[in-house]
Nanobody
Framework: QVQLVESGGGLVQAGGSLRLSCAAS????????MGWFRQAPGKERDFVAR????????YYADSVKGRFTISRDNAKNTVYLQMNDLKPEDTAVYYC?????????????????WGQGTQVTVSS
């Protein structure tokens, strides 16, 4: 059983930056691909970014491409999401998730483990 704990959320002005972290425990972190999702009030949980187990490949939603960067440190069992040039529409609860499949996986049901989420609020 893998436990995931997100941190780093907060309130930031438009154009600002935040770095989210997701610490994993209870499993072999390097066996898992990791994803970030977000959910705004009243909306579905949407894919944001994904990184393969080795960190060799990354995938992004079109809405964040060029602004967000996903990375991982397998020695620290942690995945990161660097968010730059934040916009009010980025406001959401951000979740990290883990799964053992390969390739691009953007569906919520394709991930096996989830964190509790961290709130990101971008003011205009």
């Amino acid at each position: 059983q893998v436990q995931l704990v997100e941190s780093g959320g907060g309130l930031v002005q438009a154009g600002g930056s935040l770095r989210l972290s997701c610490a994993a425990s209870g499993g072999t972190f390097s066996n898992y691909a990791m994803g970030w999702f977000r959910q705004a009030p009243g909306k579905e949980r949407d894919f944001v970014a994904r990184i393969t187990w080795s960190g060799g490949r990354t995938y992004y939603a079109d809405s964040v491409k060029g602004r967000f960067t996903i990375s991982r440190d397998n020695a620290k069992n942690t995945v990161y999401l660097q968010m730059n040039d934040l916009k009010p529409e980025d406001t959401a609860v951000y979740y990290c998730a883990a799964d053992r499949s390969i390739g691009l996986q953007i569906g919520v049901r394709q991930y096996d483990y989830w964190g509790q989420g961290t709130q990101v609020t971008v003011s205009s």
